[in-house]
């Protein structure tokens, strides 16, 4: 990922930058996700898929990020505004799931 001369450009490091913040924030936000979901009394295939949608949420988002610094150009779209855009809709899709479960079927304790 880095050019020859050992230096990222201002374009690659703002997305480097960015898929490493939005990876951090995402993982610690789908290990709560995982806990909370896990609470209650959801069927356990849904907790699955729920649990699986918040983690590629997150690869997805960060990856996205990682894929425009590699093959994007400033002032362009890529495909990684793409992966971007999926992992978002796997996030809110996970997220709807996840206040579903809440009202629906409340923690077991």
């Known amino acids: 990922m880095i050019n020859p001369g050992g230096v990222l450009t201002p374009f690659k490091e703002q997305f480097f930058r960015a898929g490493h913040g939005h990876a951090g924030v995402l993982i610690l936000v789908a290990l709560l996700y995982c806990y909370f979901l896990g609470n209650t009394a959801l069927p356990?295939?849904?907790?699955?898929?729920?649990a699986w949608m918040a983690v590629m949420s997150t690869l997805a988002v960060s990856g996205g990020m990682f894929l425009h610094m590699a093959i994007g150009e400033p002032q362009s779209s890529s495909a990684g505004f793409l992966v971007s855009a999926v992992g978002a809709l796997l996030l809110t899709a996970s997220i709807v799931l996840?206040?579903?479960?809440?009202?629906?079927?409340p923690a077991l304790r």
């Open 44 to 50: 356990d295939g849904l907790k699955r898929v729920g």
């Open 98 to 105: 996840l206040l579903y479960a809440l009202v629906k079927y």
